[in-house]
């Protein structure tokens, strides 16, 4: 079956931390379950300490999407290096996302700019935001919009995908358009009982129906727009 409301199902374990890996196993059941009939995306966890179990299975199975985070990597020159290596090791149809977090300072990672200045010299074709730390507050509590707008602005300009993230909720969908989102990452509001619950239904659509709001409104000013929204990932129409 395909997951439903959802085009871009993310996997990861939140216990294990903002970018946690699943167990090998999970990702095998999903991917027996979804046929491909949805694009997958899976969390392997930090740079520094990936899971290499997981990265295996990647190799083998039809995910679209890999992500990493930085934690750790403000006070490793070499991190970039790590990350090409990472990404020589991936398949060519899979994708590697690199999240740059909001709040870089509080787990060593390097900062959203230089993280976007890496990317483009890798030619990586998405660029995250994201939170490390899950403790109730958004992205915007760590990052001023005026600096996610122009992130956003100067990875569109290179024909990157821009996915917001962070303890986002569906009141800040509009927000996340106006910043020149492509696609907003959902966890706690797709969960019963927030992060650490299980993805409901109910939830997924009030979600899928907020961003296709915004999609109408896009269209009833004359601009072109697709919109998918998954359990982790909703893409938004054109600004």
């Known amino acids: 079956m395909a997951a439903p409301w959802c085009d871009v199902l993310d996997l990861k374990e939140p216990s294990a931390g903002p970018l946690g890996p699943v167990a090998p196993q999970t990702l095998q059941q999903v991917v027996r379950a979804l046929g491909g009939r949805s694009t997958l995306s ?3 966890g930090e740079l520094l300490e990936f899971s290499e179990d997981l990265l295996a299975l990647v190799q083998q199975h039809p995910v679209s999407f890999v992500k990493v985070g930085l934690a750790g990597c403000a006070s490793l020159p070499s991190w970039p290096q790590r990350l090409c290596q990472l990404r020589q090791l991936l398949p060519s149809q899979t994708q590697l996302v690199a999240a740059a977090y909001a709040d870089a300072s509080a787990v060593n990672a390097p900062c959203p700019t230089e993280v976007f200045q890496v990317l483009l010299r890798q030619g990586l074709k998405v660029f995250m935001l994201d939170t490390a ?3 109730g507050r958004r992205l915007w509590d760590h990052l001023p919009t005026g600096q996610v707008t122009q992130l956003a602005a ?4 290179q024909g ?3 996915v917001l ?3 986002l909720q569906v009141e800040d969908i509009p927000l996340a358009k106006q910043c020149g989102a492509t696609i907003v990452g959902f966890r706690s509001a797709a969960c019963r009982n927030g992060r650490f619950g299980s993805l409901c239904p109910e939830l997924l659509k009030r979600l899928w129906c907020a961003v296709e709001k915004q999609n109408r409104t896009r269209r009833t000013n004359g601009s072109e727009g697709v919109v998918a929204l998954g359990p982790r990932g909703s893409r938004l129409p054109e600004p």
């Open 133 to 135: 730390r899950k403790d």
């Open 42 to 44: 899976v969390a392997l």
């Open 165 to 167: 993230a962070g303890s």
């Open 160 to 162: 990157m995908e821009v």
């Open 154 to 157: 100067q990875a569109r300009a």
